[in-house]
């Protein structure tokens, strides 16, 4: 069963940037889906971004233009790089692999 663990989180202004990192604890098959979940208080989870393969990816539309993943497959490792945030972003942030979540890491947007 592969692990998840999350980094990259934290506090943050509205504007800025925060890129977070999510490691599997072994290999992936990069044609192999994995993505980007977050859950704010209150609020069910949503989808934030997928990628499959190096390049096939989907954004839910209120991070699209703004928040990018992409994936290392030498270091079975996605990332999502999160530009322009607002405080509306300000949530638990969820990897996901097909059956498999990590344990989450808190975005705090706010001034």
């Known amino acids: 069963q592969v692990q998840l663990v999350e980094s990259g989180g934290g506090l943050v202004q509205p504007g800025g940037s925060l890129r977070l990192s999510c490691a599997a604890s072994?290999?992936?098959?990069?044609?192999?889906?994995m993505g980007w979940y977050r859950q704010a208080p209150g609020k069910q989870r949503e989808l934030v971004a997928t990628?499959?393969?190096?390049?096939?990816?989907i954004y839910a539309d209120s991070v699209k233009g703004r928040f990018t993943i992409s994936r290392d497959n030498a270091k079975n490792t996605i990332y999502l790089q999160m530009n322009s945030l607002k405080p509306e972003d300000t949530a638990v942030y969820y990897c996901?692999?097909?059956?498999?979540w990590g344990q989450g890491t808190q975005v705090t947007v706010s001034s």
């Open positions: 996901w692999f097909p059956s498999v």
């Open positions: 072994r290999r992936v098959s990069s044609f192999t889906v």
């Open positions: 990628i499959t393969g190096d390049t096939s990816t």
